[in-house]
T-cell receptor
Framework: RKEVEQDPGPFNVPEGATVAFNCTYSNSASQSFFWYRQDCRKEPKLLMS???SGNEDGRFTAQLNRASQYISLLIRDSKLSDSATYLC?????????????FGKGTSLLVTP | DARVTQTPRHKVTEMGQEVTMRCQPI?????VFWYRQTMMQGLELLAY????????DSGMPKDRFSAEMPDATLATLKIQPSEPRDSAVYFC?????????????FGSGTRLTVV
């Protein structure tokens, strides 16, 4: 079982829709959490960090529930340019050398 | 913007040949990671260095893979001998590992095909 689990999708949504991705992680000692975005044949890029209090960056909202070991990403008013794979990422902290563990990603396709 | 530079971008080689991939981390970053990405497995951590010292290479097949960091500006990942199952995209990432740490920056990757 992978340490970080995500629904692979694909999620096909029309422009303007709201879409939510979920992720669970198994290491309760994990210290920091992120969403990365990866476009086809490109490298992963940091989209946003995820904080316990929840945080928002424009149309993107991330939530963390430490008790349930659950992370979410909400995208409002989807744009065509949001089409990509969204990777849920967990940093295990000092015990794991601050290495990042990646989910396999959730594929999003926004259609006109 | 500061970038992590990886070379080569693409590599096609025959089974049994040696492959060397190179990474120049962002200046000042103290941690360098090597990841491998395939459709089946997603992103897998192969090895990583802190202040040039290898910390963990448990994700690597030891008999054929080796990772080194000869100086602060260069990390290498070597496969000898290469096999078709090594075909994947190999990413290098660098960052600062601190308490309250942040995400890391990835290079563009080396797309390796072993035939």
């Amino acid at each position: 079982r992978k340490e970080v689990e995500q629904d692979p999708g694909p999620f096909n949504v029309p422009e303007g829709a709201t879409v939510a991705f979920n992720c669970t992680y198994s290491n309760s000692a994990s210290q920091s959490f992120f969403w990365y975005r990866q476009d086809c044949r490109k490298e992963p890029k940091l989209l946003m960090s995820v904080y316990s209090s929840g945080n928002e960056d424009g149309r993107f909202t991330a939530q963390l529930n430490r008790a349930s070991q659950y992370i979410s990403l909400l995208i409002r008013d989807s744009k065509l340019s949001d089409s990509a794979t969204y990777l849920c990422v967990v940093n295990g902290g000092s015990n794991s050398g601050y290495a990042l563990n990646f989910g396999k990603g959730t594929s999003l396709l926004v259609t006109p | 913007d500061a970038r992590v530079t990886q070379t080569p971008r693409h590599k096609v080689t025959e089974m049994g040949q040696e492959v060397t991939m190179r990474c120049q981390p962002i200046l000042g970053h103290n941690t360098v990671f090597w990841y491998r990405q395939t459709m089946m497995q997603g992103l897998e951590l192969l090895a990583y260095f802190r202040n040039r010292a290898p910390l963990d290479d448990s994700g690597m097949p030891k008999d054929r893979f080796s990772a080194e960091m000869p100086d602060a500006t260069l990390a290498t990942l070597k496969i000898q001998p290469s096999e078709p199952r090594d075909s994947a995209v190999y990413f290098c990432a660098s960052g600062l590992a601190l308490q309250g740490n942040y995400g890391y920056t990835f290079g563009s990757g080396t797309r390796l095909t072993v035939v």
